[in-house]
């Protein structure tokens, strides 16, 4: 079992939906990393969070320490945002696990 | 432009080859990682360097080696390359602590005919 799991692996959405990516951990962090591969292979940090949420535009991220759980929402989503997106917990500076990655795919 | 340089961009060489692969983290980060993305997979470390000193290793086959240099940039060497090597690989530097922001290069494309 991976210690970082991404649900759902691939998601296919309607342009203007609204879009969560859900990451559970299993290790306890020093803080969440949220990364955006685009389709050429470049990877952009989104987001990282050590508690409660954070806004970026229309990219939402979340995470309960408790529940060890994190979530990224897309408002109003479009095709642009169509990429792979990534969880990954940073355990310690010599240790950061990476989710799968969930692959998303909006449709004008 | 995220601050991390990587060279090449791409490399096509054939079985057997030795190439290098070259990280430049961005300014003032200590921590230099080197993952590898093979097609439709999910990034995985091999190993992690800091400030000179190697930190961490992942699955990192033995026919590759890795270094960090005094001005903190990072070599990833690859050796005696198979088929199966060809691939993204990716450097990713971070400050003094995992805490700090995950900045990627762009990543050396690899290709082994």
């Known amino acids: 079992k991976n210690e970082v799991e991404q649900s759902p692996q691939n998601l296919t959405a309607q342009e203007g939906e609204f879009i969560t990516i859900n990451c559970s951990y299993s290790?306890?962090?020093?803080?969440l990393h949220w990364l955006q591969q685009h389709p050429g292979g470049g990877i952009v940090s989104l987001f990282m969070?050590?508690?409660g949420k954070k806004k970026h535009g229309r990219l939402i991220a979340t995470i309960n320490i408790q529940e060890k759980h994190s979530s990224l929402h897309i408002t109003a989503s479009h095709p642009r945002d169509s990429a792979v997106y990534i969880c990954?917990?940073?355990?310690?500076?010599?240790?950061?696990?990476f989710g799968k990655g969930t692959r998303l795919h909006i449709l004008p | 432009d995220s601050g991390v340089t990587q060279t090449p961009k791409h490399l096509i060489t054939a079985t057997g080859q030795r190439v290098t692969l070259r990280c430049s983290p961005r300014?003032?980060?200590?921590?230099v990682y080197w993952y590898q993305q093979s097609l439709d997979q999910g990034l995985q470390f091999l190993i992690q360097y800091y400030n000179g000193e190697e930190r961490a290793k992942g699955n990192i086959l033995e026919r590759f080696s890795a270094q960090q240099f005094p001005d903190l940039h990072s070599e990833l060497n690859l050796s005696s390359l198979e088929l199966g090597d060809s691939a993204l690989y990716f450097c990713a530097s971070t400050g003094v602590t995992g805490a700090n922001v995950l900045t990627f290069g762009a990543g050396s494309r690899l290709t082994v005919l």
């Open positions: 300014s003032g980060d200590l921590s």
């Open positions: 290790v306890g962090i020093s803080a």
């Open positions: 969070l050590s508690s």
């Open positions: 990954a917990d940073a355990v310690r500076d010599d240790k950061i696990i």
